[in-house]
Structure formats: structure tokens, C-alpha cells
């Protein structure tokens, strides 16, 4: 198959679009492979959408390989099936709603637990018919708060998403076992580095969950690795070592102290340093009480949260988000301090949050026994030797200070570093949410209902497309790798006279012939255009028909590493393809 760069619908950009902050998306706007509609919304050029098929073939065929059977449902999905699983609602700002013409509600699908589910309970019925293994590969829509990278983050993207249907937890697992080895390969063939990390807290218990980071310092997530063992986890699902409790009868009596000007921790820990108390504060000594707000899908009220993390961290919001979902979290604004006067700005304290029903939630690390400096709930007061477990109780711990390097790792063994990572696939045992919802039993051998437990996994295979250019570019252009460029050869006709023009022609013939894909630069340009071209297309194996066919040679350019080899005439399409075939 030959492709003429002199009909293609193909223009370069010599300049970076304006509103490109990574490299994916500069490199795949200037080469011409995707252009923006809207926020989020990137049409595919035909270079884009070869890659993008090449994609999906690698994806289809491991989804394939694991015995998934494809199917598609409608985007337009009706409101109701939303409805039964609560995440119409839940979903909140985040998808696309429409009415139809009798004014009846529709969304724009974001992810499809719900169809799937009720198709299998339209189809199957006995035990026999288990386990089942669905997937399609289908465009989402999502109104993403904050679309961003070009195709990286999308508002409308492709997405595989497969679902396990199984009898038990055993059927599960393994269903889970299969989708994380055809990830890997899938992000093998496509050349990634990538790590799987543990996505939830909650991995410990029933369900597990894991995500696939392709490593890249553009990426949004951050996750952590240990130094010492294989432990790596996003941020959101560290679990804080738990130090043992420690005995209270020992510990001496709280004492409030005047604090004068110490509205922050720093000032505190200086004057508690000046105050000569007998020993030496630091500011993982105090205790910090965060107050925010919470509110449950679908209410219009918030609550307050008070949320105490050691002086010397801060809260991170996405660990806090995360630990509270599917509640919406928001800081306090002046209004609720002018509304709940028990709260003294700078000096909040466990009492008056505990007297006054606010829920306490504490870091992990604030066991029974430990004695803390904190609020007085009183302007320029503090209270020293407040202890847990003997002056105060809280109501939970919660997973909400922020992760540094350094911290000892969860499983025991190393300490924690950080990296970035872009998410690219998640794996997720769902258990029986879904057929809970919509009461998906098989009818056992014995004539009991069973209820079938669920996996959902997803692939961003439109996402891959920016990933993959992310961890295959350089100055020049694109280099994509042989699994997933737009064509096997570009073939560069660097000349115009009828010679070399013929010769071009002909090789790419006989190229073309051995079944491999041609990019033909035919175009009237200067050699040192096409070159330029040639480069920021990012084929991985560039041929020059030149000077050099005059002494019956052409030039072969590795695109990745930059090497030149002269290759004869006659032994050009044998090389080449053992070259494109490997
Ligand atoms: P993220 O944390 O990046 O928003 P997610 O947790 O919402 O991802 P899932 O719902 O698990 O993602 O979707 C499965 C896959 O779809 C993700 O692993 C990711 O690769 C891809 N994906 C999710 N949102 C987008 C988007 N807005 N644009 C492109 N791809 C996306
Ligand atoms: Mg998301």
C-alpha cells in the first residue's frame, strides 16, 4: 500500500499550537495528526487514525486472546439504568445530560457497568452459561473538569472497557489475573514503561484494584515506589504504617498555655521552643485541625469535617477526595466561621469539634497514647499534652495527609520515593455492586439463585495514542515504534530528476509489493523540507532516493538513533523487510 505525501490530506506546522503544555500534544498537532474542535474535542486526521487503529488492533487482539467477546453499545444511554445504580447522581458534573424531543432524560455513556450488566441478565440465565467475558471498544464521553494535553485528557475519548461475569471469587480472581497479563501485553507491544500500582485502600480488603501508569513527567498522577521492594502505589491508596498505641497512665496532664501571635504552626513550635517547657517541640508534635465541608450526592446541605493531620504535613486534597467519595468536599468559607462561632480561626481544638457534633477524623498516626499540641478552641491559646485516647476521642482515622518521600513504605521494607505517571488502563474487581443492583443471578445446579460477581477494566486507547508520542518523541518529532506508526517505510524522493524520481517510484512498487506500507514522499519540496517532514512524522525508518542512486544505492535513516546505512538497489526490499518484520 502506497501512501502520496503530494494528495495526502497532511499539513505540517512549522510553529507550536499556542495552547500545547505537553509534548504529545504539540508534536501531534504540528505533524497533522489530530486538530481541535472544542475543549477536549480532537478530530483525527488520517495519520492519527492509522495510529490510532493500530491501537486498537493490539488491544482487540489481546482482549481477544484472553476470550473476550466484543460488542458495542449506543453512547445515547437511556437515564434509567443510571438511575438504579445511583450514579446519575453520583456522577454529578461529570457527564454530558441531554433530553430528547418528549423531553425524556438522557447521558452520554462515561463508563457502561450498567448496560453490560443488564444484557448479560437479558441473555443468561443457568450457572452453565459462566463465566463470560464482554468488552467493546467505545467513545466516551465525560465533562472532565478540567480537559487537558490534547487527546491526553479528553472530554470525548475511546475507551476499552471489559466486564467479567463470574459464579464466585475464585472466577473472579482469575478473570482479574487474565485482564493484568493482557494489559502487559498490550503495553509491552506498544513499547511503554509503565508501572501497576495499587490503586485503593481498600485493596487490603475484598475488592482489589489496580492502575497502569506509563511513566512520564507530564503525567498527572502521582504515585509512589519503594526503594527496597516491589511496593509501588498511587498516592491516593498509601496506607499510613500504623504506630503501636502508647501507654496513657505516663503521659502528664494537658495544660493550655497562652500563645500570643503563633497563628501558624511555625510560630508556635518558636515559641514553644522559647517557652521553656523542659523539652523540645517540633512541628510534627502539633496537631493540625483542618475544617472543611462534605455533602452527599444528590443533597443540598453540607456538613462540617474536621480533619487532623500532624503540624508538619498538609492535607492533600486528592488523598482527602478519595477517602471520602462519592462525598464532595469544599473548604470553609468566611460564612460558615461568621455561622459556627465555636470556630476561632488559628486556634481550633478536638473539644469544641467533638462538643458541638462536628465529625473528627484523624491521621492515622494520632494512635491512643500519643500527646499533641493543638488548639485551645480560645484566640492565642494552645494546649499542650492533649492526649489521645485520654482528653479526646476521635471519631475515625482517615487517609488525608500528604505522602512524602522518605516515609517508610506500607509494606514494611524501604522508604517511599515519588513519580509521575500517566494513567493509561485500571483493572478493578467490582464484586456484586452492579448484580446487586439489578439482581443478576444464574440458577445453580442445585436451583438456587447465584449472584454472579463483576470485574470492570478499562484501556484509554485514544489516551495511548498521546502516551505512546510522549515516550517516543525528541527535538525533531515524533519516532513511533513499528507496532503502532502510521506506515512501515517513508520513503523520501530527494531530487528531481527523472532518475530518481522513477527510482523512487519503482522502489516504493516493489516495497509496496512485499506488503509492506509506504509513505511516498512524491512532493515538488526541497529535499530539505521533506527531510523536516519526514522527521516530525516520525516514521521509523526513513529511505533516501537520491545522488546515491547514480552509484546504485540508497540511503536507509533509523529515525529513532539517527544511523545512516547505504544499502544496494538490488538488496534494498529484502533488507528493508526483514528490517519492518524484525
Ligand atoms: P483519570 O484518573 O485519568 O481521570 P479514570 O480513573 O477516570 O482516569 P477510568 O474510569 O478507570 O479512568 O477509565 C479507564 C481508562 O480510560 C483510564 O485508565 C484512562 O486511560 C482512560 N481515560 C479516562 N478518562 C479519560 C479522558 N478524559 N480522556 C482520555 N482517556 C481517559
Ligand atoms: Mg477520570
Not at 477524623?361 to 500519643?370: I, K, Y
Request: glycine share 8%.
Amino acid at each position: 500500500m502506497i501512501t502520496r505525501m503530494s494528495s495526502l490530506f497532511l499539513r505540517t506546522l512549522r510553529e507550536d499550537p499556542a495552547d500545547a503544555e505537553v509534548p504529545s500534544h504539540r508534536l501531534l498537532v504540528r505533524a497533522g495528526y489530530v486538530r481541535r474542535v472544542a475543549p477536549g474535542g480532537f478530530s483525527w486526521l488520517p495519520l492519527g487514525l492509522r495510529v490510532l487503529r493500530n491501537i486498537e488492533r493490539v488491544v482487540r487482539e489481546e482482549m481477544d486472546a484472553i476470550g473476550g467477546q466484543e460488542i458495542q453499545f449506543p453512547a445515547l444511554l437511556p437515564r434509567e439504568p443510571y438511575e438504579a445504580t445511583g450514579r446519575w447522581t453520583e456522577y454529578g458534573d461529570n457527564i454530558f445530560r441531554l433530553k430528547d424531543r418528549k423531553k425524556a432524560d438522557y447521558l452520554l455513556g462515561p463508563t457502561h457497568e450498567e448496560l453490560f450488566t443488564l444484557t448479560v441478565k437479558g441473555e443468561y440465565s443457568s450457572y452453565k452459561d459462566y463465566p463470560v467475558l464482554l468488552y467493546q471498544v467505545q467513545t466516551k464521553y465525560r465533562d472532565e473538569a478540567r480537559p487537558r494535553a490534547g487527546i491526553l485528557r479528553g472530554r470525548e475519548f475511546l475507551m476499552k472497557d471489559s466486564y467479567s461475569f463470574d459464579l464466585d471469587d475464585d472466577g473472579l480472581a482469575n478473570s482479574y489475573q487474565r485482564h493484568r497479563d493482557a494489559y502487559r501485553r498490550m503495553f509491552d507491544r506498544l513499547g511503554l514503561k509503565y508501572v501497576i500500582v495499587s490503586a485503593m485502600a481498600g485493596a487490603m480488603g475484598g475488592s482489589k484494584s489496580e492502575e497502569f501508569l506509563a511513566e512520564a513527567v507530564t503525567g498527572e498522577d502521582t504515585f509512589v515506589r519503594s526503594t527496597e521492594s516491589g511496593f509501588a502505589a498511587n498516592v491516593e491508596a498509601v496506607v499510613t504504617p500504623v504506630p503501636p498505641a502508647q501507654s496513657i497512665a505516663d503521659k502528664p496532664a494537658a495544660q493550655v498555655h497562652h500563645t500570643p501571635d503563633t497563628p501558624t504552626i511555625e510560630t508556635l513550635v518558636d515559641f514553644l521552643n522559647k517557652a521553656d517547657l523542659g523539652r523540645t517541640f517540633t512541628a510534627a508534635d502539633t496537631l493540625k485541625n483542618v475544617l472543611l465541608k462534605t455533602r452527599a450526592p444528590g443533597e443540598d446541605k453540607w456538613e462540617l469535617l474536621a480533619v487532623a493531620v500532624p503540624g508538619d504535613r498538609e492535607v492533600d486534597m486528592k488523598r482527602l477526595e478519595a477517602a471520602l467519595e462519592p462525598r464532595a468536599v469544599a473548604i470553609l468559607e468566611e460564612a460558615d466561621f461568621v455561622a459556627n462561632p465555636f470556630l476561632v480561626k488559628g486556634y481550633i481544638g478536638p473539644k469544641a469539634l467533638q462538643d458541638n457534633g462536628v465529625r473528627y477524623l484523624v491521621d492515622p498516626r494520632v494512635v491512643p497514647g500519643t500527646a499533641w499540641v493543638t488548639g485551645a478552641d480560645k484566640p492565642d491559646h494552645h494546649v499542650v499534652d492533649l492526649v489521645c485516647g485520654r482528653d479526646f476521642t476521635p471519631d475515625d482515622t482517615i487517609e488525608a495527609a500528604e505522602v512524602r518521600e522518605g516515609d517508610p513504605s506500607p509494606d514494611g521494607r524501604g522508604t517511599l520515593v515519588a513519580a509521575r505517571g500517566i494513567e493509561i488502563g485500571h483493572i478493578f474487581q467490582l464484586g456484586r455492586k452492579y448484580a446487586d443492583a439489578f439482581q443478576l443471578d444464574a440458577l445453580g445446579a442445585d436451583s438456587k439463585p447465584i449472584r454472579i460477581t463483576m470485574g470492570s477494566y478499562g484501556v484509554g486507547v485514544s489516551r495511548l495514542v498521546a502516551v505512546v508520542a510522549e515516550q517516543y518523541h525528541d527535538e525533531q518529532g515524533l519516532v513511533w515504534p513499528r507496532e503502532v506508526t502510521p506506515y512501515d517505510l517513508h520513503v523520501v524522493i530527494a531530487g528531481k530528476d527523472d532518475t530518481v524520481r522513477e527510482g523512487g517510484e519503482r522502489l516504493a512498487g516493489e516495497l509496496s509489493g512485499a506488503g509492506l506500507s509506504v509513505l511516498l514522499d512524491d512532493r515538488t519540496a526541497t529535499p530539505g523540507v521533506k527531510f523536516a517532514d519526514a522527521e516530525l512524522v516520525g516514521v521509523p525508518t526513513i529511505v533516501v532516493v537520491g545522488r546515491g542512486l547514480a552509484k546504485g544505492v540508497v540511503e536507509v535513516k533509523d529515525r529513532a538513533s539517527g544511523e545512516r546505512v547505504e544499502v544496494p538497489v538490488d538488496e534494498v526490499v529484502a533488507h528493508l523487510t526483514s528490517l519492518v518484520r524484525g
